[in-house]
Structures are given as C-alpha cells and as structure tokens.
C-alpha cells in the first residue's frame, strides 16, 4: 500500500479515538466536552498529567483501553512518518502528484498499457516524433525505469476503468495496448472502448485466433508481431534489398530518408488542385508514393493528374528537411497557397 494512504488511514483511526474517548468521559463521568476532550488527549499522549476529575471504575477500565488502542495507532503513526522520511518518498509522491495532475490535463495524447519490450520500443517513437503519451504499468521495477527516462506513466492495472481515467482516457487520441496477456489486451480494448468510443484501439495478437477477438471487443486495428516477424524474415531472404530500403525509409536512426504520412486539412489552398499543379515534387523534392483517399481507398504511385481533396493523407518518401517543407508549404494559409501556385503556373512543372 502507498505510505502517503497508510498514514492518510493512520490519522483518520486517531481523530477517530479522540472523538471517542471524548464522547466516553462525558458519557461514563458526566463530564464537559472540554474536560473530556482534555482528558482524551493527555491520555493519548501519555503526558503523565493528573486526572481532570477523579474516575469512577468503570472511567479507569475506559481510560485503561483508550491507552492500549492510542499508543497502538500513535506509534504506527510515528513509524509510517519516519519510513517516508528515511525513504525520501516524500519528494516522490509530491512528484508523484505533479505527474497525475499533468496527465489529467493532457488532451489528444496517446496512452500505453504495458512497458515490455514492444512497449518501449512504441515510446521511443512516440518520443522521438515528438507525440505526447503516458504510460499504464503496474511492476515497481518498471515503473523506475520509466520515471528514470522521463516518460509520464501510471501505477496500476490497464485493465481498471479507475486507472484509464486517471490516463485521461475521456481526452485521449489513441490507446495502444502490449501487455503480454491476449486476454488482458480484449479486457482493455473493451473497457477502453466503453469509455471513450471515438477512440483508436491499437491492440497487440500473440496467440492465433485472438485478432478476431480483439476487433469484435472494439480494436481498430490488431497487429501480432510474430506474423510481422516472420513475415519479415522470409522477405529478408526473398527479396533483401527491398527489405534494405524499407528499413532505411521508416527507420528513424536513418534521418537521410524517411516515409511519412501528410494529412490534407480542409482549409487547405492545395484542395481540388492536382499533384502536377501542386508543385510538391519541384518545390521540395519528395516523392509521392500513394495517396490515402477519405474512404479509406489508396491509391499507390498516383499520377501527375491525380486531384487533392480535402481529407486525403498524402504518403512522401525524402529527406526529413524536405518533408518538414511540405508540411509547412500544405499548412499555408490558402490565399498563400494560391499565389504560390500561381507563381509556379508561369513555368512549367516537372510532374
């Protein structure tokens, strides 16, 4: 239990006793609240005083089991003090509080349940981009390891609607969820899914049959690393140098190349346009290697011709510089937009 509720309790037994033995003198003696209130408390502290009034019997055996009961929960008191003190948790749960009171705040994030091996890895990522998250994971050990590299994270159990709302869950984009148990990770995506709707589900599949399971409990999508795995290995040996270049292009030590994914806003100047009069390819150098249309149709290796409309994600290959250029130039305002594409209209393009 956290030594911050061990006292929390131990304070509300005391206040407890004092009422109590309050209620006790005045009832047993007939005393005054304040005599008996008085009493009570030189009792508990076993300051030695002498006796507010002389006790009856029946207030000597009272007085006798008041001081059992008081030094019993005084002294839990004074240790539970002492081990946070010589702990230094109390540095810890004033960080602790921090950290909870960041993530209630937090909007549009992603929450991760589990810190294992495909866990970390999925933060590094997430980090690296950057994109906000918070980590769900209940081993201690675990858990210093990620306060150590500075990743927001919960104690307790994915699978527990209390902990989910303390990760914002109401607030959040997405939930990724790589605990190693399949039943664990159907348990989460339900709760998960009850909680927030809107939300996408990203669930991990060990054993064979679970992704069915998972996308019935509400995942958008199931990924099972030993079919990715294997998948990928027998290409390694089919085909080794694809395998080369799409470990460079979506690999993020390779910062030379990357494959990256442009959402077209609404707004966005460039909508109804087509890739030739867009410019993209002249102006920043990137090529467009497919097109995720609204509907969910892609369109791979889209032609000059092919028309930009609103919602369509566009999927670059170029260097990290060139892409961070499209992105700006297709975040423009439009009346940008319009005069750039005006200015490139007066020479002709190379699409």
Not at 205 to 220: D, F, I, Q, V
């Amino acid at each position: 239990m956290d030594p911050l509720r061990h006292l929390k309790i131990s304070i509300s037994v005391l206040a407890l006793l004092i009422t109590l033995g309050t209620v006790g003198y005045a009832g047993i003696e007939g005393w005054r609240i304040l005599d008996s209130l008085y009493m009570t408390v030189i009792t508990l502290g076993t300051v030695g005083f002498r006796e507010v009034h002389e006790l009856s019997d029946a207030g000597k055996i009272f007085t006798i089991l008041l001081i059992v009961f008081g030094v019993s929960v005084i002294g839990y008191i004074v240790g539970t003090v002492a081990q946070i003190m010589f702990e230094g948790q109390i540095q810890r749960i004033i960080g602790r509080k921090k950290v909870e009171k960041k993530i209630e705040t937090m909007k549009e994030h992603y929450i991760i349940c589990g810190f294992g091996r495909m866990g970390s890895l999925i933060c590094r990522e997430l980090a690296a981009k950057p994109l906000p998250f918070v980590v769900i994971e209940r081993d201690p050990l675990v858990l210093e390891k990620l306060r150590d590299e500075g990743y927001l994270c919960i104690t307790g159990d994915a699978t527990d609607d209390e902990v989910l709302l303390k990760a914002s869950i109401k607030n959040a984009k997405g939930l990724i969820s790589v605990v190693s148990s399949d039943s664990e990770n159907v348990y989460i995506t339900l709760t998960a899914r009850e909680l927030n709707p809107n939300l996408y589900i990203l669930a991990r599949s060990g054993e064979e049959g679970s992704e069915k399971k998972l996308l019935r409990a509400g995942a958008n999508k199931v990924v099972s690393p030993y079919l990715i795995g294997g998948s990928r290995m027998a290409q390694a040996i089919l085909r080794p140098n694809v395998v080369d270049f799409i470990e460079i292009a979506t690999g993020r030590e390779h910062l030379d190349l990357q494959l990256e994914e442009i959402l077209i806003p609404p707004d966005s100047g460039f909508v109804g346009e087509n890739l030739a009069t867009s410019g993209f390819r002249k102006e920043t150098g990137v090529i467009i290697v497919g097109i995720k249309k609204a509907d969910g149709t892609m369109v791979f290796n889209p032609e000059s011709h092919t028309r930009i409309e609103r919602h369509d994600t566009l999927i670059v290959l170029g260097e990290t510089s060139s892409i961070q250029q499209l992105e700006k130039l297709i975040g423009c305002l439009p009346c940008a937009a319009e005069v750039i594409m005006k200015q490139r209209r007066k020479t002709p393009t190379d699409e």
